[in-house]
């Protein structure tokens, strides 16, 4: 064993020499090649401790050339799968990172290092760890990482923080990625870089393509929306799924994204974004796949008031089966928020056909005690999704929107200029009918 390490020992001294000559005489490839050998020799020694000393010893060499340290620490990570066990290998990684830290022409190597230190100390359970780990490298700054790389990193990064239930960083990183990266067009043949650009190096071979690193963006988009219960931005990450062309062409995929769509739909609160997308979704011929969606969102769509107890016990069936898709401890807020949406639309709906109504009659209405209507009516009056005034102690609702004196005036402005018109085009008929029958007479 000693004759070997000292083997070991007296080639490393041989190549250390030839490296130093090479190095002094500026001579990239040869020092490459010494550097390369060193660390093979280590490798195949299957020193791991020699390997570790000899990868700090020659990046602080003096003078040491910036191609030889990245040769170096590329045919290095090469080894991390070969390790023997986990300690080895996390040891390995972290004299990568030593060496490679704070220089630019290895940030993308570092960046990979880092990535493959977080899932070991993931699968260790120390999620919190791996998840600072992976925070302190900002790929969207690496001028020659692949676009597919950087957004898979931090789409790494988000699912972490995710996972650490750190919804305020999760939401601050997500933002680095903007959902029309996604649009690109990939078909596009790349330009050749010019002189002086930075040449942009290809993704590893376990980088998902562009279209499935957006199907993993919405997924975690959903994730974070879940938390916050944005039941309308939850919907508008299930269309951006369901507009994938590889989801779109399996009715064993986009059928469940459909049913979905519909569901965060029917619960989002009542605004103009949510009624855009209630109608363009009515528009899709797919939907008649699922006629019972249809019908639901025809309903919704439909200025006619809604029976909650008729409606609920046709779709509880419906309903129950999605809670799983809901979430399951969302499934009976889900429930609660459902109904606070019917009785919405129905308020919506008994704006545009009254001015003035009762209390009372309203409640009837909606099959709600007079407390309650009173409740939600008030609710959608501070969120300003309906203009009204309660008149408590006559117990009646005006849905009038009180109007300005500008508005006034401008009204009676208009009215005034309408019966002059009026009256100009009368004088007009009752002239020509003049001038027609004194002609007739002297005829």
């Known amino acids: 064993m000693d004759s070997k390490n000292g083997n070991l020992e007296a080639a490393i001294d041989q190549l250390l020499n030839v490296e130093k000559q090479m190095r002094f005489a500026s001579d990239v490839a040869g020092t490459k090649k010494a550097v390369t050998d060193i660390l093979q020799i280590c490798f195949e020694a299957k020193d791991w401790k020699s390997l570790n000393e000899q990868i700090v010893n020659l990046s602080k060499k003096r003078g040491q050339l910036k191609q030889v340290v990245t040769a170096m620490v590329q045919q290095a990570m090469q080894y991390i799968d070969e390790t023997p066990d986990i300690e080895t290998r996390i040891e390995l990684i972290k004299t ?189 011929k797919n939907l008649s796949e699922i006629p019972n969606f249809r019908l639901l969102l025809k309903q919704l769509v439909t200025m006619e008031v809604i029976q909650w107890t008729s409606l609920w016990n046709s779709y509880k069936d419906e309903f129950e089966n999605e809670k799983n898709t809901l979430g399951g401890s969302l499934g009976d807020k889900a429930a609660e928020d459902l109904r606070h949406r019917i009785i919405e639309h129905n308020i919506l709906v008994v704006s545009k056909y009254y001015l003035r109504i009762t209390l009372k009659r309203l409640a009837e209405l909606l099959c709600l005690t007079v407390q309650e209507a009173e409740k939600h009516l008030s609710e959608m009056v501070v969120s300003k999704a309906l203009v009204a005034k309660i008149d408590r102690p006559m117990g009646i609702v005006c849905f009038q929107v009180a109007k300005n004196s500008n508005e006034i005036l401008n009204s009676w402005a208009v009215n005034l200029e309408k019966l002059l018109d009026l009256v100009e085009r009368s004088c007009h008929q009752i002239h020509k009918e003049t001038m027609i029958h004194k002609a007739a007479l002297k005829v």
């Open 96 to 284: 990568l990172n030593t060496v490679s830290a704070g220089k630019i022409y290895v940030e993308i190597e570092r960046a990979r290092l880092v990535k493959k230190l977080a899932k070991i100390k993931e699968e260790q359970g120390l999620i919190a760890e791996a998840a600072d780990l992976m925070q302190e490298v900002a790929v969207e700054t690496f001028g020659a990482m692949a676009k597919t790389e950087k957004i898979a990193f931090i789409l790494e990064q988000v699912r972490l923080c995710l996972d650490r239930q750190d919804y305020v960083r999760a939401q601050i990183l997500s933002r680095k990625i903007s959902p029309r990266v996604f649009d690109a067009d990939t078909s596009k043949e790349k330009k050749k870089p010019k002189e002086g650009d930075n040449i942009v190096e290809e993704p590893p071979a376990d980088i998902p393509s562009l279209l499935e690193l957006k199907h993993i963006y919405y997924e975690l988009m959903i994730r974070y929306y879940f938390h916050n219960n944005d039941y309308l931005e939850i919907c508008r990450c299930y269309k951006a799924i369901y507009e994938i062309p590889f989801i779109r062409e399996n009715p064993s995929q986009w059928i469940p994204v459909l049913r979905k769509i519909c569901w965060y739909l029917i619960l989002a609160p009542h605004d103009p974004m949510q009624s855009s997308l209630l109608n363009s979704t009515l528009e899709d």
